[in-house]
């Protein structure tokens, strides 16, 4: 399961970040955890109830992967004889 994007993701302890983060910039202010990570899934754009999505590109990128070192492994040991 995918916890990074469930509707509890940013509740969490209010743990204080200090730097580019806070409402000073660098080294200035801070902010909680849970407004950090609010902050940042709003900065990407990423719709908590769309994980099932985001689930689904990254086995996507994962099998594609897999499928081209397969691809390549196989067609680089046809240049090998076996003696």
């Known amino acids: 399961m995918i916890i990074e994007f469930t509707n ?3 509740d969490g302890d ?3 970040y200090q730097g580019a983060m806070g409402p000073g910039g660098p080294g200035g202010g801070g902010m909680t955890r849970k407004a950090a ?3 940042l899934l709003k900065q ?3 719709d908590s109830g769309l994980w099932w ?3 689904l ?3 996507g990128i994962f099998l594609g992967f897999r499928f081209l070192a397969l ?3 196989t ?3 046809r240049g090998f004889a076996l003696a």
């Open 75 to 77: 067609r680089r040991a």
């Open 71 to 73: 691809f390549l492994l």
């Open 44 to 46: 990407n754009d990423v």
């Open 37 to 39: 990570c609010a902050s």
């Open 57 to 59: 590109i990254l086995l």
């Open 53 to 55: 999505a985001y689930g």
């Open 14 to 16: 209010p743990i204080l």
């Open 8 to 10: 509890g993701a940013c």
